[in-house]
């Protein structure tokens, strides 16, 4: 399949199944809500190191959150509901809790419960003060500049992680700069976030390892400087790839994001260097979930 | 279908026990059996069809006409539906209120929305003592659910609350908040003595601030939060409340002599 002269691989990409959720922060203005948020789903890359992947969703306007001030909306994954409750507490106490005029509520509704506030509150060292309002339970929580306000619980989703494409250019910067367009369209489609640095991970992996203490491994037939040495993938010309990686609430969300991508790529056209796309195919070693280039593309469900 | 109306066909002596002529207890059932069902009156009893003339089927929407203070114990344990009283009310409006609606359009005696659990009790005239408090021998007074007082309430509102939400427009006697466990009092007139005496938690919201006794201390004034997710909140019902947008307050905590957490925010 060629699209506006680049070439689409006949390939999948695989996934697997995670589980999700979504908090919002506001503060005072954007930039205090970003710079708790930042905190929160900083070191969120992957959750091969990090427990947990996480990212902005998107900016949320003061009509949009609880307590009508700026805020933004976040997601985070991890493979089990235990680690995301970890995760998500141990982040909720070490980058909002501590972020000045930070405030965290529920994103997402769902039977399932994780705790935000819950066992946080216990930091007011008895001068808490729960407030029910509406239904939802919310915990005052006395703190230096002022009083930290939290919902309770969100909720948690079975989600999938793991979604992506590869740009493969002539070269890095042509291989980045595709990738940057992509992400730029990517952010606008809602309940995905892309959580590499900037969006893009250079150190695509591989399952399994020659050594028996790792589990992933450099994707050699994607490296170009193996393109003699290994199995390759790459055609002489390509000497840089670049991939974006998705976590989504919905299979239908992350196919969405990744036809955004995609097409934002290809109407650079064959003139920006990128000369094929390609996925992360495991041959079904990592995940339920297979997203179809050319059916995404078509617009068909995989 | 028109609304079960009960119009007292005489002015009671005695107090009539009202708490089975609910949604709960009257679905299904014909204006001739309900006409014979036995209601206490004083300490006799009486047939329902004795007291009230009874018209109207739907049994999900109960009015009370031409009626009277001795009227007692209207909408009690009732979990659905709506009442509304066209007049005053007696004592016990409310009383173990699970869910659905009380409308009362005039005044009520003491212990209104006594052990109220959910729902809204809306009272349009004054209320007497002990509104949302808990009945004799409890350890805790309402659990939940929304009042609504557009007039003023006697001595004790909230005496003992462990829960929910008490909006009151008028004036609030002596004791308001009293033992309070937690919840949310707000009072838009003057408040009587001893406001939150042993007070343990909650929340006293009050727009002109009481005279306080000496366990009660200031706090300074703050920006509360919690304040704009709780007027938005408020924007459902018709009180003046919903009006309010500041976060600011003055905060006084106490009640000291029980070493209470409780809080009085006067709204600036």
Known sequence: ?302 | MSALTFNLNQTPRHSINCSNLTPDHLAGKTADEIAAMPINYGNSRVSVGDLFEISGTDTQHIVFKNTSNKLDYIGASMSSGTITVEGNAGAYLGFNLKNGEIHCHGNTEAFAACNMVNGLLHINGNTGDFLGAGSEGLRKGMRGGTVIVKGNAGDRVGDQMRRGLILIEGNAGDYCGSRMIAGTIGVLGNLGTYTAFNMHRGTLLLKKQPQLHATIQDCGTHTLPFLSLLFKSLAKYDTQFSKFSTQRVQRFVGDAAYKGNGELLILS
């Not at chain 1, 005052?140 to 948690?156: A, K």
């Not at chain 1, 250019?169 to 595709?178: C, G, K, V, Y």
């Not at chain 1, 390892?209 to 993938?233: H, I, Q, R, V, W």
């Open chain 1, 1 to 302: 399949m060629l699209l506006n002269g680049i070439q689409i691989d006949d390939t999948f990409a695989e996934a697997f199944n995670m589980r999700g959720t979504r908090v919002i922060i506001t503060a005072q203005n954007h930039k205090w809500a970003y710079h708790a948020a930042n905190a929160m789903t900083g070191f969120a890359t992957s959750v091969i190191g990090c427990g947990v992947e996480a990212g902005i969703e998107r900016d949320l306007s003061t009509e949009e959150t609880p307590d009508g001030r700026p805020g933004v909306s976040i997601l985070m994954f991890a493979m089990g509901s235990k680690v995301l409750m970890q995760q998500l507490e141990t982040r909720m106490g070490q980058c909002i809790l501590t972020c000045p005029t930070a405030a965290a509520f529920a994103g997402i509704d769902s039977e399932d419960k994780i705790s935000l506030g819950k066992h946080l509150r216990y930091f007011g060292d008895g001068f808490q003060t729960s407030k029910l309002i509406d239904g939802r339970r919310y915990w005052r929580i006395p703190v230096m500049d002022g009083e930290f306000l939290t919902e309770e619980t969100t909720g948690m989703v079975r989600a999938i992680g793991g979604g992506n494409f590869l740009i493969l250019a002539t070269s890095q910067p042509a291989a980045l700069a595709a990738a940057e367009v992509a992400i730029e369209a990517m952010k606008q489609v809602p309940n995905v976030i892309m959580p590499f640095p900037g969006g893009v991970v250079r150190s695509g992996s591989k399952v399994g390892s020659k050594y028996k203490t790792m589990f992933a491994s450099t994707n050699d037939a994607f490296c170009p400087t193996l393109k003699g040495a290994t199995n390759t993938e790459l055609s002489p010309e390509i000497e840089s790839v670049m991939e974006i990686v998705i976590d989504g609430l919905t299979f239908e969300d992350i196919a969405l994001s990744m036809k955004v991508g995609i097409e934002a790529i290809c109407k650079l056209g064959e003139s920006s260097g990128v000369k094929r796309i390609s996925a992360g195919n495991y041959g079904g070693k990592l995940g339920p979930h297979l997203f179809k280039l050319h059916d995404i593309l078509n617009g068909s469900k995989s």
